[in-house]
């Protein structure tokens, strides 16, 4: 039993982390259409800024306020010079150079930061465990859990009630419509790469203490993140979160239960979503 | 004169020799090295089957590669010390996952289709990294002895890089030969065609899916082929080879090379391994440099190296044209 | 007309629903074998969900359609091509990046059962390219075989449409607004051709048009479809002076500006 419920929270606080990701992924998608591969490495930046003011600071906090800016005022950069040239082009274009990009990242952050791993421990009010049946289990974990769906209900009602919101989701539909009523889409494309960005170094900055910060973690999510959105359905929010907790579940879960077969299994539920929706959970008809 | 039926043969005519007579003047290093060019240049080929032609992004090319990997030292290790046996295992059973996989792959497209080639050659990349009783599991499975190149009346040592380099250099010209022939077939016609617009190939009576299944099937065997040359030629099989970011491989080297150009992946393939070459002889970040360049070609020159310039020579000969 | 015994096209008791909308609602009609017929209707009166539905690229939601007599309700846009069914697009909806020569190849691959043959080589069915040319020798496109299509004048692209559409050897063509987006000398051409191949081949066209002058100018049968439903069937004349039909359409006369 208690093991079944820590398996239920691990899987969780996983897939709250792959949820925030997620939605920065599936916006960017929704709204610009491009399927951005170093959106990884954007979560990866956001955990190593985080470990860096963390370093500099001593408070985790610091990192979590600061690092996440400093990752979307880089991808104001990319999306300025480097995709804004390509969105005519075919779309497998836009997929190489964000894999590019993810190549130069990783590998980067490995000419800075050096290959090991890093630890970053949670700031002392979260540090620490809670008494768990007879065992313990990290608080960290379970801020995670809240966290997630605050976050995620915040964007949801930001996108669902505001103006600003209401536009995006406007311009998402139809771009040309949206420049005929005025909107300016090159800005907003800018605005909602770089707000895309700082999910995603939110994540990286939230990670930080729920994992060990290293180079490879960058490409370990964002395959995880395209199976949520793509099981999700692309653009969609509540498949982003259903899709996220799915494997969140099936990767604690698979770890206790099979773990021969852990690795795969992602990939064979990606599979069987796609081949009976090919738009996804939530991604309405093909 | 135009420079294709002028130009062109005699560069390669040229290529062809340098190739042949190449360990005459290159260290066994370089000759290594070539052999590797092209071994994976082969492979990037199989990926431009279906991106180049077909129009179909696969990130699973990998997959199949990996997999020719495993049968062809499987086959050494269990059934027999054939090469040609070994080869031909490879192929087919990379065909038939192929045709497995494939099945299910051709019915989407664009992004979909780049996601769940991608999920099912992970999928294959765990069976070979957790299947240790068969696969070695992550440590991959190299303790096979060198088969002997059996030609006929006349059995060669392929221990020797020269020699090995040799029966690369021909299997690769051949296969490259097939490929040649198939997009200049009635179904490469209609390969392109499906690339060109998907759905008007189904408004003149062709059947996209089997279309598309077909040159997943040939893409996904010659890969397994180039799969099993390079097992042999590193003298191991291991799950990296099937690893997704293995698959980016292929596509970066089509990419680098020119995706639309018939030989773009091997050229590709030449300028990624000496540029490894050279860039890591001084600096570890060789990815940092190769991700820029990528980035780099993708903006500036997508139609890739070989490409680029064929459209420049093609440029000059028709201005000197009267 | 001696061989006009079954239709060519027996259309029965068609619909077709979006979501709440029903676009076409219980259309019932039949196509004379070897003549040319057309349809016609105002803009969103379902003349392309109508040619969708029939050439198999949408399933009718309730309704059957027979092709040659046979019932084809549901078919593959592949199946009903194999079966002598082709039609063409509104938009231009060829292979822009292959030669003219090469779009017509295509078609002619399919036709010859080649479409798998991976090991032969193409280059060596002079007999093919011979077929091909003849089919562009038809449209005029002859002299522009060796041209990327993407580099042609709007208007030839308009005719490679047509030649995809021959090289099948079809029983029954659809041409969807042949004529749309053409200049008048354009559209002249087209007439011109349409009715040629009419003659000439015994093949039956049924085509759609918004552009009235080509209607009447070429059609021998014609099917008014007005929102959603069939309003009037008849020759030239009879649709000319038929009354609903005139206040169907925005003025009252069927050569008000669309």
């Given at each position: 039993?208690?093991?079944?419920?820590?398996?239920?929270?691990?899987?969780?606080?996983?897939?709250?982390?792959?949820?925030?990701?997620?939605?920065?992924?599936?916006?960017?998608?929704?709204?610009?259409g491009?399927?951005n591969?170093?959106?990884?490495s954007?979560?990866?930046?956001?955990?190593y800024?985080?470990?860096q003011f963390?370093?500099?600071?001593?408070?985790?906090?610091m990192?979590?306020?600061f690092?996440?800016?400093?990752?979307a005022a880089?991808?104001?950069?990319?999306?300025r010079?480097?995709?804004?040239?390509?969105?005519?082009?075919?779309?497998?274009?836009q997929?190489l150079?964000?894999?590019?990009?993810?190549?130069?990242?990783?590998?980067?952050?490995?000419?800075?930061?050096?290959p090991?791993?890093?630890?970053?421990a949670?700031?002392?009010i979260l540090?620490?465990?809670?008494?768990f049946?007879?065992?313990s289990?990290?608080?960290?974990?379970?801020?995670?859990?809240?966290?997630?769906?605050?976050?995620?209900?915040?964007?949801w009602?930001?996108?669902s009630?505001?103006?600003?919101?209401?536009?995006?989701?406007?311009s998402?539909?139809?771009?040309?419509?949206?420049?005929?009523?005025?909107?300016?889409?090159?800005?907003l494309?800018?605005?909602?790469f770089?707000?895309?960005?700082w999910l995603?170094?939110?994540?990286?900055?939230?990670?930080?203490?729920?994992?060990?910060?290293?180079p490879?973690?960058?490409?370990?999510?964002?395959?995880?993140?395209?199976?949520?959105?793509?099981?999700?359905?692309?653009g969609?929010?509540?498949?982003?979160?259903?899709?996220?907790?799915?494997?969140?579940?099936?990767?604690?879960?698979?770890?206790?239960?099979?773990?021969?077969?852990?690795?795969?299994?992602?990939?064979?539920?990606l599979?069987v979503?796609?081949?009976?929706?090919?738009?996804?959970?939530?991604?309405g008809?093909? | 004169?135009?420079?294709?039926?002028?130009?062109?043969?005699?560069?390669?005519?040229?290529?062809?020799?340098?190739l042949?007579?190449?360990?005459?003047?290159?260290?066994?290093?370089?000759?290594?090295?070539?052999?590797?060019?092209l071994?994976m240049?082969?492979?990037?080929?199989?990926?431009?089957?279906?991106?180049?032609?077909?129009?179909?992004l696969?990130?699973?090319?990998a997959?199949?590669?990996?997999?020719g990997?495993?049968?062809?030292?499987?086959?050494l290790?269990?059934?027999?010390?054939?090469?040609?046996?070994?080869?031909?295992?490879?192929?087919?059973?990379?065909?038939?996952?192929?045709?497995?996989?494939?099945?299910?792959?051709v019915?989407?497209?664009?992004?979909?289709?780049?996601?769940?080639?991608?999920g099912?050659?992970?999928?294959?990349?765990?069976?070979?990294h957790?299947?240790?009783?068969?696969t070695?599991?992550?440590?991959?499975l190299?303790?096979?002895?060198?088969?002997?190149?059996?030609?006929?009346?006349?059995?060669?040592?392929?221990?020797?890089?020269?020699h090995?380099y040799y029966l690369?250099?021909?299997?690769?010209?051949?296969?490259?030969?097939?490929?040649?022939?198939?997009?200049?077939?009635?179904?490469?016609?209609?390969?392109?065609?499906?690339?060109?617009?998907?759905?008007r190939?189904?408004f003149?009576?062709?059947?996209?899916?089997?279309l598309?299944?077909?040159?997943?099937?040939?893409?996904?065997?010659?890969a397994?082929?180039?799969?099993?040359?390079?097992a042999?030629?590193?003298?191991?099989?291991?799950?990296?080879?099937?690893?997704?970011?293995?698959?980016?491989?292929?596509?970066?080297?089509?990419?680098?090379?020119?995706?639309?150009v018939?030989?773009?992946?091997v050229?590709?393939?030449?300028?990624?391994?000496?540029l490894?070459?050279w860039?890591?002889?001084?600096?570890?970040?060789?990815?940092?440099?190769?991700?820029?360049i990528?980035?780099?070609?993708?903006l500036?020159?997508?139609?890739?190296?070989?490409?680029?310039?064929?459209t420049?020579v093609?440029?000059s000969?028709?201005?000197?044209?009267p | 007309?001696?061989q006009?015994?079954t239709?060519?096209?027996?259309?029965?008791?068609?619909?077709?629903?979006?979501?709440?909308?029903?676009?076409?609602?219980?259309?019932?009609?039949?196509?004379?074998?070897?003549?040319?017929?057309?349809?016609?209707g105002?803009?969103?009166a379902?003349?392309?969900?109508?040619?969708?539905?029939?050439?198999?690229r949408?399933?009718?939601?309730?309704?059957?359609?027979?092709?040659?007599?046979?019932?084809?309700?549901?078919?593959?846009?592949?199946?009903?091509?194999?079966?002598?069914?082709?039609?063409?697009?509104?938009?231009?909806?060829?292979?822009?990046?292959?030669?003219?020569?090469?779009n017509?190849?295509v078609p002619?691959?399919v036709?010859?059962?080649?479409?798998?043959?991976?090991?032969?080589?193409?280059?060596?069915?002079?007999?093919?390219?011979?077929?091909?040319?003849?089919i562009?020798?038809?449209?005029?496109?002859?002299?522009?075989?060796?041209?990327?299509?993407?580099?042609?004048?709007?208007?030839?692209?308009?005719?490679?449409?047509?030649?995809?559409?021959?090289?099948?050897?079809?029983?029954l063509v659809?041409l969807?607004?042949?004529t749309a987006?053409?200049?008048?000398?354009?559209?002249?051409?087209?007439?011109?051709?349409?009715?040629?191949?009419?003659?000439?081949?015994?093949?039956?066209?049924?085509?759609?048009?918004?552009?009235m002058?080509?209607?009447?100018?070429v059609?021998?049968q014609?099917?008014?479809?007005?929102?959603g439903?069939?309003l009037?069937?008849?020759?030239?004349?009879?649709?000319?002076?038929?009354?609903?039909?005139?206040?169907?359409?925005?003025?009252?006369?069927?050569?008000?500006?669309?």
């Open positions: 039993m208690e093991g079944f419920l820590a398996n239920i929270l691990n899987g969780l606080s996983w897939g709250m982390l792959l949820f925030l990701i997620s939605m920065g992924l599936t916006t960017v998608f929704g709204v610009m491009v399927l591969f170093a959106h990884g954007l979560f990866m930046l956001g955990s800024l985080c470990m963390v370093r500099w600071s001593g408070s985790f906090w990192g979590l306020i690092g996440p800016p400093i990752v880089l991808s104001i950069l990319i999306e010079f480097l995709l804004r040239p390509i969105y005519g082009r075919d779309v497998s274009f997929l150079l964000t894999f590019g990009l993810m190549l130069f990242l990783d590998d980067g952050v490995r000419l800075i930061w050096g090991a791993y890093h630890v970053v949670p700031p002392p540090a620490g465990v809670i008494p049946f007879s065992k289990y990290p608080v960290y974990r379970i801020f995670l859990v809240i966290l997630g769906p605050l976050v995620g209900f915040s964007l009602m930001f996108f009630f505001t103006r600003w919101g209401k536009i995006l989701r406007a998402a539909m139809d771009r040309q419509m949206a420049e005929i009523i005025g909107v300016r889409v090159p800005i494309f800018t605005g909602v770089a707000f895309g960005a995603a170094a939110l994540g990286g900055a939230l990670a930080a203490p729920h994992q060990s910060v290293g490879a973690m960058g490409e370990r999510i964002i395959i995880e993140s395209f199976i949520v959105v793509v099981i999700g359905g692309m969609s929010f509540p498949g982003a979160f259903v899709g996220a907790l799915i494997l969140g579940l099936l990767n604690s879960f698979g770890t206790t239960w099979i773990p021969d077969l852990q690795m795969a299994l992602p990939y064979l539920f599979a979503i796609l081949l009976t929706r090919p738009r996804g959970l939530f991604g008809e093909a | 004169m135009n420079h294709r039926f002028f130009v062109y043969p005699l560069l390669i005519g040229l290529l062809l020799v340098g042949f007579t190449l360990p005459i003047f290159l260290s066994t290093y370089w000759v290594l090295i070539v052999t590797e060019i071994t240049g082969l492979f990037a080929m199989s990926f431009n089957l279906l991106f180049g032609n077909t129009g179909l696969s990130f699973g090319q997959g199949f590669f990996g997999a990997a495993y049968f062809a030292v499987l086959c290790v269990h059934l027999s010390q054939s090469l040609w046996l070994a080869l031909i295992c490879a192929c087919l059973g990379a065909a038939v996952l192929a045709l497995i996989i494939g099945w299910f792959s019915r989407l497209d664009e992004i979909y289709f780049a996601i769940l080639t991608l099912f050659g992970m999928m294959l990349f765990t069976v070979a957790n299947w240790r009783s068969v070695g599991g992550s440590d991959g190299g303790n096979f002895v060198l088969p002997a190149l059996n030609l006929v009346i006349w059995k060669v040592s392929i221990s020797h890089p020269r090995f690369v250099l021909v299997v690769t010209i051949l296969g490259i030969f097939l490929l040649r022939r198939i997009t200049r077939s009635p179904f490469g016609l209609m390969l392109q065609a499906s690339r060109e617009n998907s759905n190939v189904a003149v009576g062709g059947d996209l899916r089997a598309r299944l077909l040159a997943f099937v040939l893409a996904g065997s010659i397994g082929f180039a799969g099993a040359l390079f042999i030629f590193n003298r191991i099989a291991s799950p990296e080879m099937l690893h997704w970011s293995f698959s980016g491989k292929a596509v970066l080297m089509t990419i680098l090379g020119g995706s639309g018939f030989l773009g992946p050229v590709g393939a030449a300028i990624f391994f000496i490894e070459h860039i890591t002889s001084f600096t570890n970040s060789w990815m940092v440099f190769l991700g820029a990528l980035v780099f070609l993708v500036l020159f997508p139609k890739g190296v070989l490409g680029t310039l064929i420049w093609d440029r000969g028709k201005g000197k044209q | 007309m001696m006009a015994v239709p060519i096209l027996e259309v029965q008791n068609i619909s077709r629903n979006f979501g709440r909308f029903q676009a076409l609602s219980d259309v019932s009609l039949l196509v004379p074998r070897g003549r040319l017929s057309a349809l016609i105002p803009n969103g379902g003349k392309t969900t109508f040619y969708n539905v029939i050439s198999g949408y399933r009718p939601t309730t309704g059957t359609v027979h092709f040659d007599g046979e019932d084809v309700t549901g078919l593959a846009p592949h199946r009903l091509v194999a079966r002598g069914m082709l039609r063409s697009f509104q938009i231009t909806n060829v292979f822009p990046e292959l030669t003219v020569l090469e017509v190849l002619l691959v036709h010859h059962g080649a479409s798998f043959a991976f090991l032969k080589s193409l280059a060596r069915r002079n007999d093919w390219v011979e077929e091909a040319e003849a562009l020798e038809q449209v005029g496109l002859r002299e522009m075989r060796h041209r990327v299509v993407s580099t042609l004048a709007y208007g030839d692209k308009r005719l490679i449409e047509i030649a995809l559409v021959l090289a099948r050897k079809p029983k659809l969807d607004e042949p987006g053409m200049n008048p000398e354009e559209t002249d051409r087209m007439i011109h051709l349409i009715r040629e191949l009419a003659d000439q081949s015994g093949t039956t066209f049924f085509i759609t048009e918004h552009d002058k080509v209607v009447f100018s059609a021998q014609i099917y008014v479809l007005h929102q439903s069939l009037a069937e008849g020759t030239p004349d009879d649709i000319q002076s038929n009354d609903m039909v005139k206040q169907a359409y925005l003025g009252g006369s069927l050569y008000a500006p669309a």
